[in-house]
T-cell receptor, first 114, second 118 residues
Framework: AQSVTQPDIHITVSEGASLELRCNYSYGATPYLFWYVQSPGQGLQLLLKYFSGDTLVQGIKGFEAEFKRSQSSFNLRKPSVHWSDAAEYFCAVGVLGGYNKLIFGAGTRLAVHP | GAVVSQHPSWVICKSGTSVKIECRSLDFQATTMFWYRQFPKQSLMLMATSNEGSKATYEQGVEKDKFLINHASLTLSTLTVTSAHPEDSSFYIC??????????????FGPGTRLTVL
């Protein structure tokens, strides 16, 4: 069955520090992978997505993610975190067939210290 | 562009009553809309998928008669929680997509509706 695991429930970093959020997936075929961010009072916003091609994907707000098939991972990174990055981050895998639905991980809550 | 709204943003109701939540795509036509449920500090769980003009497809374990979904137009889908009970209290989120393929489409999410059943 398809699934997404985000091992870190909560992460705290200092402003200006680098960030890596982990995501592992289980999917029988070539995965379509997504990272979303959820801020209080706002809808989920797509940060980036991987469909095929270059395994290093650039997204909005300075985020990037690298797809590693051998590790079944799609980790999200940012070289320098800003206080405004504090939010909940969700990794998702797209399941083809039917209406192409998304399966979400449990999320990682990011706190940023000044 | 690609804005999805939900109404109401929060609602409190008495046990046994029904509550309707609207999801609208404001600047695009959504052939497919999705309804999710999110428990506190947990992930989004897909409840159902609705296509304009056809019956919704429910995920396993979701009661069709309890969570009625109507996708009457290309810009509006509604979720009605019938005979709501306290265990139905949750954060309900919709998303909308305007294409069937992955390469050019994505799901745009609404801000969510907080339902509290007393």
């Amino acid at each position: 069955a398809q699934s997404v695991t985000q091992p870190d429930i909560h992460i705290t970093v200092s402003e200006g520090a680098s960030l890596e959020l982990r995501c592992n997936y289980s999917y029988g075929a070539t995965p379509y992978l997504f990272w979303y961010v959820q801020s209080p009072g706002q809808g989920l916003q797509l940060l980036l997505k991987y469909f095929s091609g270059d395994t290093l994907v650039q997204g909005i707000k300075g985020f990037e993610a690298e797809f590693k098939r051998s590790q079944s991972s799609f980790n999200l990174r940012k070289p320098s975190v800003h206080w405004s990055d504090a939010a909940e981050y969700f990794c998702a895998v797209g399941v083809l067939g039917g209406y192409n639905k998304l399966i979400f991980g449990a999320g990682t809550r990011l706190a940023v210290h000044p | 562009g690609a804005v999805v709204s939900q109404h109401p943003s929060w609602v409190i109701c008495k046990s046994g009553t029904s509550v309707k939540i609207e999801c609208r795509s404001l600047d695009f036509q959504a052939t497919t809309m999705f309804w999710y449920r999110q428990f506190p500090k947990q992930s989004l769980m897909l409840m159902a998928t609705s296509n304009e003009g056809s019956k919704a497809t429910y995920e396993q374990g979701v009661e069709k008669d309890k969570f009625l979904i109507n996708h009457a137009s290309l810009t509006l889908s509604t979720l009605t929680v019938t005979s709501a009970h306290p265990e139905d209290s949750s954060f309900y989120i919709c998303s909308a997509r305007d294409r069937a393929g992955w390469n050019t489409d994505t799901q745009y999410f609404g801000p969510g509706t907080r339902l509290t059943v007393l």
